[in-house]
């Protein structure tokens, strides 16, 4: 095989502000964190490239630990090396670089580094965290608009922590998650039996009414997070309570989880490897 033939896995470390943004996956017509990220690629190395992600985050959604994987030929990251005036061996910084001038700063190239050929974003991860923010107060705060849901009443913080912990551990999320579209009419219903790992609720000690929620799991479906969020948010406000988490986790009914938390809010914050 010749040195044009050889190819070398990337791992990128991916930060963005998805604001601006129909999601990481990409999508015909629409401005998607997948799409700029692939389309910069392509520029830099010269060479088409297909990426592969960790956690396909919704419209609006925002990435502080996000991870791609691509192949890419040798022989292009020599060609960055050798333009860069650090000296050889540079190539992957170049690359990092040379990515953010692109598409910074609302996304952001934070590593390139070198991956072995069996490492996958997606099928390697062993668990993923989300970290969701909400801003309690009777009036909001215009530095969070952007990266918190508020919510204009105090919130029984106590009563929210009791009514996460009922999803740790092994469920079926049926009632908090989207259930994907059926492509075969015959293929049996994909599972959303997933197993979350922790799920806390913390405040801040400086800013009380500033709220975040951290939840990790092996695996999430479609809107997870946001729905346990939305209504976790309700029982704080005296709407729910934990036992009705627990009963809609029973019921498997999408219509028991109630409202969607605002997708601004959202972080996927780390994968686990």
């Known amino acids: 095989m010749s040195d044009a033939d050889t190819t070398v896995r990337l791992r990128l470390d991916v930060a963005y502000d998805g604001s601006g943004f129909h999601g990481f996956a990409e999508n015909r017509d629409v401005v998607t964190v997948g799409g700029a990220l692939r389309n910069a690629l ?3 190395l010269s060479v088409p490239v297909a990426i592969t992600c960790a956690g ?4 609006g959604v925002h990435a502080r630990g996000q991870v791609v994987t691509l192949d890419v030929p ?7 090396a050798r333009r860069d005036r650090r000296g050889p061996g540079d190539g992957y910084c170049r690359l990092r670089d040379a ?3 692109l598409v910074g700063p609302s996304v952001v190239v934070t590593a390139v580094s070198p991956a072995t050929d069996d490492f996958d974003a997606r099928f390697s991860a062993r668990s993923r965290t989300y970290r969701y923010t909400v801003w309690s107060s009777e009036v909001p705060d215009p530095f969070l608009a952007a990266s918190a849901w508020w919510v204009d009443q105090p919130l029984d913080l106590d009563a929210m922590r009791t009514a996460s912990e009922q ?4 469920h079926d999320f049926s ?3 989207r259930r994907p579209r059926a492509t075969d009419p015959g293929a049996e219903p994909v599972s959303l039996v997933r197993r979350v790992l922790s799920a806390r609720w913390d405040e801040s000690p400086d800013r009380p009414g500033l709220l975040t929620f951290t939840i990790s799991a092996t695996a999430f479906c479609h809107q997870m997070v946001r729905s346990i969020t939305g ?12 036992d009705d988490v627990t009963a809609a986790l029973a019921s498997l009914d999408r219509a028991r989880a109630g409202q969607l938390a605002p997708p601004h809010g959202l972080v996927l914050w780390e994968v686990g490897y």
């Open 99 to 101: 990515l953010n001038a």
């Open 42 to 44: 392509e520029r830099v």
């Open 74 to 80: 040798v022989a292009a990251i020599d060609a960055l």
């Open 175 to 177: 009632c908090f998650c």
């Open 167 to 170: 999803v740790v551990g092994e």
């Open 231 to 242: 209504m976790v948010v309700d029982v704080g406000r005296g709407r729910r309570t934990p």
């Open 56 to 59: 396909r985050t919704d419209a």
